[in-house]
Every structure is written in C-alpha cells, then in structure tokens.
C-alpha cells in the first residue's frame, strides 16, 4: 500500500452549490480549483498512479468556528478533485472516497487530501 498526501486552500465561497454567482465567476473560481488541485499535486511529488484501487480521503479543517454543511463543503470541492484526478490519471469515478470534518481551526482553512492506492 502506498500514500500520498497533499494539502489544499479552503474553497472559493463561490464554489458553493447554495452560491448564487454569475456564470463566468462561477467559471473562473472552477477553473481556478482545478489548477491550483492539479499544480498542488505535481508539487507534492505525486505522478501518474498506476493502481488497482484508491481510496481517498478529505479532512476538512474550517477556517472559524462557524458551523458549516458539509454537504456543501463536499460539493465545493468537485473542481479541486477534477484536477487532482487529472493529475494523477485514474478518474474520480473510480475513487473511494470519505470526508470527515476535523476538530481543529485552520488559519484561512484547509482540505487535507489523503490518497492511498496498491499497486497494479
């Protein structure tokens, strides 16, 4: 079993599915996960995965105290997985993926991604 670990910024608020923005910032924000995920993977050493399973995991570190959704903290971080999952090279339709929100506050917020994946 092999493990990864990369550590993302707390989602644009505009990310979220309850947010009401207009197309081209709702763009810019997707567009904008998407590449920074992709370059933060590249970054922490993480290539293409040749693998017969991943598992991933999202610890979500809140930015406050504030009590969030986290079905809309989940869903704000589809275009972050885009890009991890490109690259990477295996599709998020083939993760196994858990969230869990952690106890502790992170300065401005934090997603910490956990892959874990055996060899093909």
């Known amino acids: 079993m092999t493990s990864a670990e990369i550590f993302l910024p707390w989602p644009d608020r505009d990310l979220s599915p309850n947010a009401r923005v207009h197309w081209a910032a709702l763009h810019r924000a997707k567009h904008r996960a998407k590449t920074e995920a992709f370059w933060l993977t590249k970054e922490a050493g993480i290539g293409k995965i040749e693998a017969d399973s991943l598992s991933v995991r999202y610890v979500i570190f809140p930015p406050d105290r504030r009590v969030r959704d986290k079905d809309n903290v ?12 490109e690259a ?3 599709d998020d339709s083939k993760w ?3 969230y869990r929100m952690a106890g502790a506050i992170e300065k401005g917020g ?4 956990e892959l874990d994946w055996s060899g093909a």
């Open 74 to 85: 989940i869903g704000s971080l589809k275009s972050a997985q885009d890009g991890i999952a």
């Open 88 to 90: 990477i090279g295996i």
């Open 96 to 98: 196994t993926t858990s």
């Open 110 to 113: 934090m997603i910490k991604v």
